[in-house]
């Protein structure tokens, strides 16, 4: 998940699962606490940035003016003030730039909300009134139903117009709001959930995902039809999705996907103790979380069948249509990783398994859960002073706060590596708030993109699909940033967020990348309840660099590979960890431009 940052400050978004955020409308309804004078003329730059903070400046005069024990003269010159911006937006120039800026429209919106809270202190309703009705060809939106709760808007409540104007702005929420179709867990759906759900799912893949182009041959009208026979067949609800897991994976991405009920994770979802690896096209125990199991399967050992069937090809015809992932060595990676084993809790995995020397045995193990997770990284000191750190998740503030009880040492050190080998992603906050730590200089995000499909020109029989497009500066300044080198250690596990935080070290020119290509995947995904209890996500969102490239299918290729071998994990060697420091260690590295040395 990605965090946007927009004029300063990191918007925070409750987004489910797995996420990317954009900002939310900021509705204006206190007095601003830093007066903010505007200038006396518009600005001459014709950036859409420079007219929002132009007309920024009037509202924040204005409510200064406007203020709770305000005399009656002040509030009316707040509202020639809200005026005089909103002229100034309406300008052909500005509403030229308002096309599609949601920045624009935003403040329109916090201009046109605060006049009318202006004119009701003034007494004035037919005006503040008149005002409102503006607001619903500007946007529908529950923030806003929830500004109109402001008392000074008391006086307007018993106005028909007033009601009329909290119930559109409802509405919103009513229309995407599913009930009838997120239906509570029970083990057998009627045939009207079933086919809700998937009409569901389809309906707005079809309307809002991003990625269509990853799969250009995929009929998704053709995919409903067959998936609505399938899913009307299913007798029980643990048959449905069993279905159901498969469709999402047609759409190849890594935040689209479809998760059944909590009730069924002990017959879907079950795994077992063991973690393994797609390694030079063998299947490598990674780490063992079940000492007594830990006593029989060993890290190294080699997987070669699971319940009789060769490995491959159970993960391919077992494990792999349940995947999405944007590229397939993400998708391989998933399938022969914690996947792999997981099943029904009540059904022990037969695993075939072939030591280092070659012996072949037969081990069953329990699905009785993960058991310990792979022993992280963690904060060390290397040799020649150079300071490690893993960040496996941004899912919380854990690594976070490792990080930085850590920045003592790291200050201090002569260079600095950063491992998001296994780090899935999380919130991108978290990795702006790293980087922050390492420049002194805004940080620049991935330009996001959503669709605009032009209902209009399809209506005239010309469908047509345009984008919006968005960039991004955050400004989060540190008392403590690291100034020395910096190398970051990628894999392909490192994902969405991780990756976010790759790509803006790249655009950073921070230091070097050095390890395996990463998994190609970030984006917005849009969650959506589905009935008995399941749930699903479709990406709405993709990202690109300024130049218009983009990682999303194809993964951030390191600068320096170091290819992870059976050979080096058995023998417990991490080369992409001793190359980072060599690197680091390197005469020729300067100032976190980073010259590779010849290695090896």
């Not at 000074?152 to 119930?167: G, H, I, T």
Request: glycine fraction near 8%.
């Amino acid at each position: 998940m990605r965090q946007v940052c927009i004029y300063g400050n990191i918007r925070h978004l409750a987004t489910g699962p797995s996420s990317c955020t954009d900002p939310l409308i900021a509705i204006a309804l206190a007095v601003a606490t830093s007066p903010g004078h505007a200038a006396a003329t518009p600005p001459a730059t014709a950036s859409a940035d420079a007219s929002v903070e132009f007309a920024k400046g009037l509202r924040r005069q204005a409510q200064q003016l406007a203020g709770p024990e305000a005399p009656p003269d002040d509030v009316r010159r707040a509202v020639a003030l809200y005026q005089q911006a909103l002229d100034y937006l309406a300008g052909p120039a500005v509403r030229e730039r308002a096309d599609g800026n949601r920045s624009l429209i935003y403040e329109q919106l916090n201009l046109e909300l605060s006049q009318a809270m202006a004119y009701a202190k003034l007494g004035q309703q037919q005006q503040a009134l008149a005002v409102l009705d503006r607001l619903a060809n500007l946007a529908w939106a529950p923030a806003i139903e929830r500004a109109l709760a402001h008392e000074d808007f008391n006086a307007l409540r018993d106005e028909p117009r007033f009601k009329a104007l909290q119930a559109t702005m409802k509405l919103p929420g009513q229309i995407y709001n599913t009930p009838a179709i997120a239906t509570p867990w029970k083990p057998v759906l009627t045939t009207a959930e079933k086919v809700a759900g998937l009409s569901l799912f389809w309906a707005e893949a079809r309307r809002n995902f991003v990625y269509f182009d990853h799969v250009p041959q995929l009929q998704w009208d053709q995919v409903y039809m067959d998936y609505l026979a399938k899913v009307i067949a299913a007798p029980t609800t643990e048959d449905y999705y069993r279905v159901m897991l498969t469709l999402a994976p047609l759409l190849q991405d890594a935040h689209t996907d479809i998760r059944a009920p909590e009730p069924l994770a002990s017959v879907l979802y079950a795994p077992a103790p063991l973690n393994t690896a797609l390694i030079e096209d063998k299947v490598i125990v990674l780490h063992v979380g079940d000492a007594g199991v830990a006593a029989r399967i060993h890290r190294g050992d080699e997987v070669v069948s699971i319940d009789g069937v060769p490995v491959r090809q159970y993960g391919r015809e077992r494990i792999a249509p349940t995947i999405g992932g944007n590229t397939q060595r993400y998708r391989d990676a998933r399938t022969f990783n914690y996947q792999l084993f997981a099943g029904d809790a009540g059904r022990p995995v037969v695993i075939g398994l072939r030591a280092p020397d070659g012996a072949e045995r037969t081990e069953t193990v329990a699905r009785s859960g993960f058991g310990s997770v792979p022993p992280g990284g963690g904060f060390k000191m290397l040799d020649g002073g150079i300071a490690y750190i893993a960040l496996d998740q941004f899912a919380d503030d854990g690594d976070i706060k490792a990080f930085e009880a850590a920045l003592p040492q790291i200050l201090a050190a002569q260079g600095l590596i950063i491992d998001v080998r296994r780090n899935g992603g999380g919130n991108g906050a978290y990795a702006v708030q790293v980087l922050s730590h390492l420049t002194r200089s805004p940080i620049k995000f991935m330009d996001s993109m959503t669709r605009n499909d032009n209902v209009i020109e399809r209506a005239q029989g010309n469908p047509m699909i345009d984008w919006s497009r968005r960039s991004y500066e955050c400004r989060q300044p540190q008392q403590q940033v690291f100034d020395g080198r910096v190398a970051v250690l990628t894999g392909v596990d490192t994902l969405s967020a991780a990756e976010d935080f790759t790509a803006m070290f790249r655009i950073m020119k921070r230091g070097v990348v050095v390890g395996e290509t990463t998994g190609g995947s970030t984006g917005q995904p849009l969650s959506l309840s589905l009935p008995g209890g399941g749930w699903a996500r479709i990406c709405v969102k993709r990202d690109v660099y300024p130049d218009g490239s983009t990682f999303v299918g194809k993964g951030i290729a390191p600068d320096l590979e170091a290819p992870q071998t059976v050979a080096d994990l058995r023998a417990g060697r991490d080369l992409a960890l001793e190359r980072a420091a060599a690197v680091l260690r390197h005469p020729s590295a300067r100032g976190g431009q980073v010259a590779s040395p010849p290695l090896r």
